[in-house]
């Protein structure tokens, strides 16, 4: 079974920036899609950013000028590069693979637990 396992997070103050790293073990499904996705306290979850078996990536438009996923496959890695962090930002941030079939847009996700990043003014 896929298991997923989020670090990186931790508290900053607005401006700064933050890498999580997300391991990953027991996927066979690398060929559709990875993302990062975070809850903020009261709210839903949100897709942030993805990532296809051809490297494309998607970006929350309220992000994308700050926030970068890679992955490196040969590390099982993925991560979230996010910087110029505002107090919008401060949620829990988890990471996820689609199962076989899925595509980024649709599919059945594994998660992790989580890590929690959280940016004071």
């Known amino acids: 079974q896929v298991q997923l396992v989020e670090s990186g997070g931790g508290s900053v103050q607005t401006g700064g920036s933050l890498r999580l790293s997300c391991t990953v073990s027991?996927?066979?499904?690398?060929?559709?899609?990875m993302a990062w996705s975070r809850q903020a306290p009261g709210k839903g979850r949100e897709r942030v950013a993805s990532i296809d078996s051809a490297g494309t990536t998607t970006v929350l438009n309220s992000v994308k000028d700050r926030f970068t996923i890679s992955e490196d496959n040969a590390k099982n890695t993925l991560y979230l590069q996010m910087n110029s962090l505002t107090p919008e930002d401060t949620a829990m941030y988890y990471c996820?693979?689609?199962?076989?079939?899925?595509?980024?847009?649709?599919?059945?996700?594994?998660w992790g637990q989580g890590t929690q990043v959280t940016v004071s003014s």
């Open positions: 996820g693979a689609v199962r076989e079939g899925g595509t980024c847009a649709f599919g059945t996700w594994d």
């Open positions: 027991g996927y066979t499904y690398s060929r559709y899609c």
